[in-house]
């Protein structure tokens, strides 16, 4: 058994998930599986690098709309676009109405198709409008929704999801996680946006409360928002398992646009719940 470098998954994970620099590692399917477990943390640390572009824009603007344009922006760059572009690619495959083949074909295209350009104008238009919505708790939302987004790919690599076709990102990933990784993987995330959730009632209740449905309901800020965040993760992981779901069926399983387009679809459909819920 070859022995793993020290930090190559997660140098692995980092480097194939954002844009930041990492220094070379060797990969084979054990470091990738490690790495695709940890990938939720690497969505944290996007979620605090948007964050801060939020909070300086929003207040040196005194626009939340122009601060969560940029920090969106900040994220597709940060990402260097590549699940954006997924999301497209997906979108045009399954739209195309061809057999399996036939849509990877499509998705492996240069060029963007009407699907992707009217998925990808939905998508970002959801993100501004519901990042901006959610005030002074918006950079607790902002970690909830990358970080599920990186965790609709744990369970996207977990053992028994087979690649769509044998090279790629997808074919080196595909079934690399033990189901267990994931389970864990979940539960620390939960935990950290549970925390995520106290700290930012701490911080901003002195002035503002939470407009969501449950605080309506509940008059408690505390529960309101924690409780808000915890489902709107499930919220984005349910999403993500449906798309995931379809995609394999109709693909045979996953490639890395595929990938790509969980991240998109779960970090999404967080925000949406999250400005629902908080």
Do not use: N
């Amino acid at each position: 058994m070859s022995r793993v470098r020290p930090g190559a998954a997660w140098w692995f994970a980092v480097g194939t998930l954002t844009i930041f620099p990492v220094p070379p590692v060797p990969v084979d399917r054990l470091v990738a599986g490690r790495a695709m477990s940890l990938a939720p943390f690497a969505g944290m640390a996007l979620g605090v690098a948007g964050s801060a572009v939020f909070v300086v824009a929003g207040a040196a603007s005194g626009s939340p709309l122009i601060g969560a344009v940029l920090a969106v922006g900040t994220l597709a760059w940060l990402t260097r676009a590549l699940h954006l572009d997924g999301l497209a690619d997906l979108a045009d495959g399954l739209g195309s109405g061809k057999p399996a083949r036939g849509a990877l074909d499509v998705m492996k295209r240069s060029d963007i198709g009407p699907f992707g350009v009217v998925t990808l104008l939905i998508t970002l238009l959801l993100q501004v409008a519901t990042l901006q919505r959610a005030g002074p708790f918006a950079w607790a939302v902002l970690v909830t929704a990358t970080a599920t987004g990186r965790l609709a790919v744990t369970w996207a690599c977990r053992a028994g999801v087979p690649a769509a076709r044998p090279g790629g990102l997808g074919a080196l990933v595909a079934g690399t996680v033990r189901r267990s990784a994931a389970v864990a993987a979940t539960v620390v995330t939960a935990a950290v946006v549970a925390l995520a959730g106290l700290v930012a009632v701490t911080v901003a209740y002195a002035g503002a409360e939470p407009a969501g449905l449950l605080y309506r309901l509940s008059d408690d800020p505390c529960l309101s928002v924690t409780a808000g965040l915890l489902l709107a993760m499930a919220a984005g992981l349910v999403s993500a398992a449906l798309l995931r779901r379809r995609a394999v069926r109709r693909l045979g399983g996953i490639t890395g646009d595929v990938l790509g387009a969980l991240v998109e679809t779960a970090t999404t459909a967080t925000l949406l719940a999250a400005a629902v819920l908080v």
